[in-house]
């Protein structure tokens, strides 16, 4: 099966930076999105940003001029650079997979962002 496995999180003070990185087991030459979301407790899931071939980054509005989204086809691997972040960013992010950004197929296991402020 695919593999998606997430690293970097753990648990920083308010203004504090973190990064995510992401990798995937696909062998489609890159032809799939990639893409970061999150679960808060309590809260559904909801996207933070993606990266489909040869496309521009979308972002939440609530991570853009904070948050950028990085992609390496060739290591099939995804970045999240996190900076600077807040309370409300705390929850688990899991790097997700699949044909289209808004319903992936593939998720990884998740990792913890925590703002210990």
């Known amino acids: 099966g695919v593999r998606l496995e997430e690293s970097g999180g753990g648990s920083v003070q308010a203004g504090g930076s973190l990064r995510l990185s992401c990798v995937s087991s696909?062998?489609?030459?890159?032809?799939?999105?990639l893409g970061w979301f999150r679960q808060a407790p309590g809260k559904e899931r909801e996207g933070v940003a993606v990266m489909d071939i040869n496309v521009s980054p979308a972002y939440a509005d609530f991570v853009k001029g904070r948050f950028t989204v990085s992609r390496d086809n060739a290591k099939n691997t995804l970045g999240l650079h996190m900076n600077p972040l807040s309370p409300e960013d705390t929850a688990v992010y899991y790097c997700?997979?699949?044909?289209?950004?808004?319903?992936?197929?593939?998720w990884g296991q998740g990792t913890q962002v925590t703002d210990s402020s």
């Open positions: 696909l062998q489609t030459r890159g032809g799939y999105c």
């Open positions: 997700a997979a699949g044909p289209q950004c808004a319903s992936p197929d593939h």
